[in-house]
């Protein structure tokens, strides 16, 4: 009797041995470390990583910057070669045809006292094909009496666009701003009672 219960403690460790070298980790086996295990519903919007929205942000807020700064020049960093658009009544019809722009749009503005300013919210990413992101944002444009001080609202709208990824770097391929005002041209008309 002793020498079986001995076998059967000893086969007892043994199994428990076993089981607990057994890896139950492996990517394959366990449904929460596997890649693929997105919901359906947020899987478009997991196609854009992090990492490349926090990019395209930058993007669009540097060129925003350096447009409302007059440093049209540095403009020319954050689009792609055939970019088209129209921002702020100024319209781009390609990298090539801004560079020659850029001296008259700068002497336009040489004499104002007039400072805009951008201000963008709830920027919105969508995949779309051939490595480019649709964007579209809302955007507000302040313009500072230089003077004065005193500060007014130019525009209320929003901003859509679309980016692309060309050696590894996010540049903009299309971006119109689309200010509200358009809409109460079109539609709102006041009437005389």
């Not at 366990?30 to 997105?38: A, E, F």
Request: proline share 3%; charged share 25%; net charge neutral.
């Amino acid at each position: 009797m002793k020498i079986s219960l001995c076998y059967t403690t000893v086969i007892a460790a043994l199994l428990l041995m076993t089981a607990c070298n057994t890896r139950t980790d492996s990517r394959h086996d366990n449904p929460l470390l596997q890649s693929d295990n997105t919901p359906k519903d947020t899987a478009a919007y997991n196609d854009i990583r992090y990492r490349d929205q926090q990019q395209i942000e930058k993007v669009i807020y540097s060129f925003c910057e350096h447009f409302d700064n007059g440093t049209l020049g540095k403009c020319l960093d954050f689009m792609a070669d055939s970019i088209r658009g129209e921002i702020d009544g100024v319209k781009i019809t390609g990298r090539q045809r801004w560079a020659e722009k850029i001296e008259a749009l700068v002497k336009s503005t040489e004499d104002s006292h007039f400072q805009p300013r951008h201000i963008l919210s709830n920027m919105q990413f969508a995949p779309a094909a051939n490595d480019t992101v649709q964007i579209s944002m809302y955007a507000s444009v302040l313009w500072t009496d230089l003077l004065s001080g005193q500060i007014q609202l130019m525009s209320v709208g929003y901003y859509k666009g679309k980016m692309v990824k060309q050696d590894g770097k996010w540049l903009i391929a299309t971006l119109h701003s689309l200010p509200d005002s358009r809409l109460v041209k079109g539609f709102y008309q006041d009437k005389e009672i």
